[in-house]
Structures are given as structure tokens and as C-alpha cells.
């Protein structure tokens, strides 16, 4: 994996703000998580290798630029990161893993604490992490994870993984990401090693989430937590799409959702206190469940494709 400094995309997108739109080094640098020397190398680099002469010029894979910057002022967004679109869907995770991948590398800094949740899409980031160089890393599940399906798409399997390759730690959370009611949730939450790694989301410096929503072909169903015909009843209620498995709907609100919600994990308003909660999903179809994740705060940071990209920049 490159090198931040050697991230063509990443250096057209810092020459773009520092030259077109007048931002100073350091607004750069607080906005992309980046120190002020790294900003200024590469600018110094941009300049050295013909890439900045009088204007910024795009090289490959970086066309989206300006798309990026729409969306991000049109919803207040930290950053956004768009990449191609593609018509195979198992393609297209691993066009926004290796994107995603290449993000997280640069937010993830040494004594880093990092929440992830579960999903597919996230299995495609975390197997695309390499060449790592932060060290001291915690990395802490977002849910609880155990005994269904396809138990490699869970938030414990997910962190374990990236435990191993930052050679960091890890603490995974001894409990199903969903059970049968609330009083039965409460109880699993209040139990100590349970509500410890729970207490570990309010000191995230990173979050990286997946955006579902209501389909056959969610993680949620994947995982073997939910059935088709709950699917069909959370259509019924207008559900537009789900982080952690708690569902929302298009503002983003959670609370006519509140009796179904039996999931063993964070809270979604804790995501909104993370200084990079990162949102990766792609797909037309995922665009009223992206929208919401803004919308509620959830995500301050997201990694989509040119397609769902271009629907979030008309504002419809």
C-alpha cells in the first residue's frame, strides 16, 4: 500500500484546497487528520513531480474531486471519498475497501482507539489493510458478534484481524449482536466485561461503520439476525436503513424504533462525538440510507461510488 505522502489522489485533493480554494496549510491538515510538515511535503512533492504547475490537474482515479467537494459542503462533511462505480457488487467492496483502506491508514494515528462494526463491505476494508506503521492501536467492536452465520463478517473476527496486522489489541465483546428483548439487552450491557468494552465507544478516535439498508441481501440477514418476513415488517415502517443493526429512518431519527431495538452494542448518537466516523457504502439503491446517516450524524466521513455520489450531490 502507498505511502500517505506517495497518495496521488490524496495530493491533487490537498493541492485542489490549498490552491483553488485558499485554505491554509493547517485548516488542510486539521480537516484531513494529517500533520502540517506532511501537508506541506506534499504540496512540495505535487510541485516537484508536474503535478501543480499554474492549476491542479487530475491524474488517474482521481476525477471525483470536485464531486467530493459538493458533497462535502452541501452536508458538512469531514471528507468524502469517491470511487468508480461497478457493476459487479463483489467488485465494487473491493473498490471501496481498498479506498477505505487506504483512509483509515492515514486517520489511524499511534495510541489510537478504533470501533468497528460488521458487515461484508467492512470484511472488504479490514483484508485490504497492509503496511501499517501506527503503533499502540485498540481496536474495540462496535457490536457483539457470536454463534449465527458467516461469523467472519462480525465486529469481534473484524477487530481481531486488524489487531494482528497493526500488532496492536483488541477486546471483544462476549455477546450476540442481538437478543430476544430489551430486558434481556439491559441485562447483557450491565454485565462487567460486556459493559467495559461498551464503555471503550465513548474514547473512539476512529469509527468505521457499514450503511444497510432493508434487503435480502443485508449483512443483517448474511449474519443470520433477522429474518425475512422482520425485513418486510421494518419496510412496513418506513426503516430506511441501519448502522450496528439499529434502524433509522430518513431524518436519521431512531426513536420510532426503539422497541425493536435489542442489539448488544454502541449507541448511534455516540458515533456523533467520534472525531472520524467513517460511513463506506456504494449503490443508488443505499442512497436514502446514506442521506439519513448524514442527516442523524452518525457519519462524519464517506466512502461511496461515483453513482450513489453524483445522486447525493443533486440534493433531492
Known amino acids: 500500500m502507498k505511502k500517505v505522502i506517495d497518495d496521488e489522489r490524496l495530493m491533487v485533493k490537498i493541492c485542489d484546497m490549498y490552491y483553488n480554494q485558499d485554505m491554509s496549510q493547517k485548516q488542510i491538515a486539521d480537516q ?37 467537494r459538493t458533497i462535502e459542503t452541501i452536508y458538512d462533511l469531514k471528507e468524502v471519498i469517491v470511487v468508480a462505480h461497478e457493476g459487479n457488487p463483489e467488485r465494487q467492496k473491493q473498490t ?19 470501533g468497528v462494526s460488521m458487515g461484508t463491505t467492512l470484511y472488504s476494508v479490514v483484508s485490504q ?78 469509527a468505521l461503520v457499514g450503511i444497510g439498508y432493508p434487503s435480502k441481501s443485508s449483512s443483517i440477514m448474511a449474519t443470520g439476525y433477522y429474518a425475512k418476513d422482520e425485513m418486510k415488517v421494518m419496510k412496513s415502517k418506513q426503516v ?44 443508488s439503491e443505499k442512497l436514502s440510507a446514506i442521506r439519513g446517516a448524514i442527516r442523524g450524524k452518525y457519519i462524519n466521513t464517506l466512502i461511496t461510488d461515483v453513482e450513489c455520489a453524483k445522486r447525493l450531490a443533486e440534493n433531492k
Open 32 to 68: 484531513l487528520g494529517l500533520s502540517r510538515p506532511t501537508i506541506s511535503r506534499m504540496i512540495a512533492g505535487a510541485k516537484e513531480q508536474g503535478i501543480v504547475t499554474i492549476t491542479v490537474k487530475n491524474l488517474e482515479d482521481t476525477d471525483y474531486v470536485d464531486l467530493e
Open 96 to 114: 471501496l475497501g481498498k479506498a477505505a483502506a487506504s483512509y483509515l491508514k492515514r486517520v489511524i494515528k499511534d495510541n489510537s482507539v478504533v
Open 129 to 206: 489493510i497492509d503496511d501499517v506503521s501506527a503503533k499502540n492501536v485498540l481496536f474495540v467492536p462496535l457490536i457483539g458478534g457470536m454463534g449465527h452465520l458467516r461469523s467472519e463478517l462480525h465486529s469481534n473476527s473484524l477487530v481481531e484481524i486488524l489487531a494482528r496486522k497493526y500488532g496492536g489489541e483488541y477486546i471483544p465483546m462476549y455477546a450476540p449482536a442481538r437478543v430476544s428483548n430489551r430486558m434481556i439487552r439491559t441485562e447483557f450491557q450491565n454485565e462487567k466485561s460486556i459493559a467495559r468494552v461498551i464503555k471503550m465507544c465513548n474514547k473512539l478516535d476512529v
Open 240 to 283: 430506511t436503513g441501519d448502522i450496528c443493526m439499529q434502524f433509522y429512518d430518513e431524518d436519521g431519527n431512531t426513536e420510532p424504533y426503539k422497541k425493536e431495538n435489542t442489539v448488544i452494542g454502541i449507541e448511534l448518537k455516540k458515533l456523533r462525538k467520534v472525531p472520524h466516523s467513517i460511513g463506506v457504502a456504494a449503490g
